[in-house]
């Protein structure tokens, strides 16, 4: 789908890129679609391994994503996804506390779910998002145009 754009921010995003044939996000229109990120470090692509700080990266993991993909970071998320291994009453309470934080001035929709297993052997929650980012997708078109016609030029 090449009329579509899509990012990997640099470290963990690249390399899961190549290791998993995934992207972190893509733009649709006035929307990012984020993949859900875990608790790993971006630089180094090691999982925290305690619940609560592993839900505190995610969170930091999320906001990174967007705005590597242009957006504004959590302030426009409206669609929220989690899974968790295990969902327990400190889960929730690590989410709840991060919405306050990431996103003091709206609540967004939330679809919490317990698993089984997710994609990593360490990972034990991935949070996947949808932003509404207008104006970025106005900028990113532009950016999209702008390259097209040095192409055409070269």
């Known amino acids: 789908m090449s009329q579509l754009q899509y990012y990997a921010y640099p470290g963990s995003g690249e390399a899961k890129r190549t290791q998993f044939s995934y992207s972190q996000a893509v733009r649709v229109a006035d929307r990012i679609e984020c993949a859900g990120q875990g608790g790993w470090d971006p630089t180094t692509d090691k999982f925290h391994l305690e619940i609560n700080a592993q839900i505190d990266q995610a969170f ?63 990972m034990r929650v991935e949070i996947e998002v949808s932003a509404f980012d207008p104006e970025g997708a106005v900028a990113a078109r532009d950016e999209k145009q702008g390259n097209l016609i040095l192409q055409i030029r070269e």
């Open 60 to 122: 930091a993991n999320v906001d990174l994503n967007l705005r590597h993909a242009g957006g504004k970071g959590w302030s426009q998320v409206f669609r929220v996804n989690s899974y968790h291994v295990p969902l327990n009453n400190e889960a929730l309470a690590a989410m709840v506390r991060n919405f306050k934080k990431w996103m003091p001035n709206h609540q967004p929709i939330w679809t919490c779910v317990g698993v089984s297993r997710l994609g990593e052997d360490d």
